[in-house]
């Protein structure tokens, strides 16, 4: 998939000598693939599960909200773009530019911002190496490895 879609090579995690694919944040409608990672089944999971759904919850929010700003702002995105992937893909850069320019220029004309979230659960995290296995590069040992954040000291 990632040689289709242009995605960036495998990237270290910040601060770590793990190497892990670039993904999409997607929910439990999508399969779990190398650059998909979806949430966990909501079958009695343990609270770092849980957290782990909280948060990637939350970062699919965020994107699916960034979005909503633009296509508020410029309305013909809440249409389908009859474009070839790479226009599609220029259009929305050039929307998020005029986006960025009105930003500055007329702060007015934007959508009010969100409501504060509560940062439960959103302590600063670190990988330990007590928690982590050499894995294959399989969305399932993804999510594992997202799971086994230890909290910061």
């Not at 979806?38 to 929010?61: D, G, M, V, W």
């Not at 979005?67 to 998020?96: C, S, Y």
């Not at 993804?142 to 910061?152: I, R, W």
Request: proline share 8%.
């Amino acid at each position: 998939m990632s040689d289709k879609l242009s995605i960036p090579q495998r990237g270290y995690i910040p601060g770590t000598d793990i190497e892990l694919p670039y993904m999409f944040v997607a929910d439990e409608a999508f399969p779990l693939k190398e650059n998909i990672m979806k949430p966990l089944p909501h079958r009695q999971l343990a609270t770092e599960k849980e957290i782990f759904n909280y948060r990637l919850s939350r970062a699919r929010n965020t994107v699916e909200c960034s979005f909503g700003r633009l296509a508020q702002m410029w309305r013909i995105l809440f249409r389908q773009i009859d474009e070839q992937p790479m226009a599609a893909t220029n259009i929305v850069k050039a929307f998020t530019v005029l986006h960025n320019f009105v930003l500055v220029n007329e702060p007015h004309r934007l959508i009010a911002p969100e409501a504060p979230v509560p940062n439960e659960h959103l302590l600063p995290r670190r990988l330990t190496y007590q928690n982590l296995k050499i894995f294959k590069s399989t969305g399932k040992d993804q999510q594992n490895v997202a799971c086994k954040f230890e909290k910061s000291s």
